[in-house]
């Protein structure tokens, strides 16, 4: 069983930063792609941050040149690193990972628990 615990959401002042952090755990063969989402009160989930395989990247234009998204070291990890906050970027950030579990299971999609950032103007 596959499952992406989150961490690092909270509360801070606009123009500061925050690092989110999804730890995928379980039984993996690979990770075909990492991305971070968020929900705002009364809005669509919406795509923030891209990570293919590959390493490719891409990001949502609101967020382009203030957020980054990097893979961990461990591979099973990815970071959403947040700067020059905004109170519009308060949402609750959720993070989505295209997994592969065995050889014998196809690719699935996989979601953690969302985390809360909350941006104080």
């Known amino acids: 069983q596959v499952q992406l615990v989150e961490s690092g959401g909270g509360l801070v002042q606009a123009g500061g930063s925050l690092r989110l952090s999804c730890a995928a755990s379980?039984?993996?063969?690979?990770?075909?792609?990492m991305n971070w989402y968020r929900q705002a009160p009364g809005k669509q989930r919406e795509l923030v941050a891209s990570m293919a395989d590959g390493g490719t990247t891409n990001y949502a234009d609101s967020v382009k040149g203030r957020f980054t998204i990097s893979r961990g070291n461990a591979k099973n990890t990815v970071y959403l690193q947040m700067n020059s906050l905004k109170p519009e970027d308060t949402a609750v950030y959720y993070c989505?990972?295209?997994?592969?579990?065995?050889?014998?299971?196809?690719?699935?999609?996989?979601w953690g628990q969302g985390t809360q950032v909350t941006v104080s103007s």
């Open positions: 379980g039984t993996i063969f690979s990770i075909n792609s």
């Open positions: 989505k990972m295209w997994i592969v579990p065995t050889t014998l299971r196809p690719v699935g999609v996989y």
